[in-house]
């Protein structure tokens, strides 16, 4: 998201019924318009009357959370973060899935991993691995080597840089899956815009030009 304040929500990059059956239009209702609107809604309430801090990037009041005033600190971590993961996690997932990788990315992935399916393994025991709320990650570091971060709450995994993310927190998928964690994240990996993550890793040098990594 290449913004700074007023933070707007951004729109659903797709139909809210196009990622049946893994995710229903209930869920996506649900976790888009009121979940991720309430980041964008409380970070723009947090900052309206904090105009040293308006010009920050999204990625800067996420990375750099620590040196804002203490009244606000910890409300912008959350929210900023709220807004940083939820944008991703729309965005990369596809109603027209591809299932594997290609290019510099499925490389990468069999040097750092071995294979797909042990990405997915070591993803999913860190997804089902995160207690109480949080996120799972695909990231890479300057070098470009792959790693699966988790974090809690809404913390990022800055300064290393997400490729793809698992929203662990129940709000992203009780409505349709109630308890059961493993079968949504399952469904999940079926989403994974994999032709966008390649894309994304082939221009790493800059598609996060303002990551310290990158
Ligand atoms: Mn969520």
Redesign the pocket.
């Known amino acids: 998201m290449e913004q700074h304040y007023p933070f707007s929500l951004p729109p659903l990059p797709y139909a809210y019924d196009a990622l049946t059956p893994q995710l229903d239009q209930r869920t996506l209702r649900f976790?888009h318009d009121k979940?991720f609107a309430a980041y964008v809604d409380n970070l723009n309430k947090l900052l309206a009357d904090q105009p040293e801090y308006q010009s920050w990037s999204l990625e800067q009041l996420c990375r750099d959370w620590c040196q804002l005033h203490d009244d606000i600190r910890q409300g912008v971590r959350n929210n900023a973060g709220g807004v940083y993961n939820?944008d991703l996690y729309f965005k990369t997932m596809t109603p027209t899935p591809a299932s594997t990788p290609s290019g510099d990315l499925a490389g990468a992935i069999t040097r750092d991993f071995g294979d797909l399916q042990s990405l997915k393994d070591t993803l999913k025991a860190t997804a089902l691995g995160v207690f109480g709320s949080g996120w799972a990650w695909l990231t890479y570091d300057r070098e470009g080597r792959l790693s699966v971060q988790k974090t809690a709450n809404q913390d990022t995994p800055l300064p290393l840089c997400p490729l793809l993310t698992c929203?662990v927190?129940e709000?992203?998928y009780y409505l349709q899956y109630q308890n059961r964690r493993a079968e949504y994240f399952e469904n999940w990996w079926q989403l994974v815009d994999w032709p966008q993550l390649s894309e994304t890793y082939r221009l790493r040098r800059t598609t996060f030009p303002r990551c310290p990594q990158g």
């Open positions: 976790h979940h939820h929203d927190w709000h992203a």
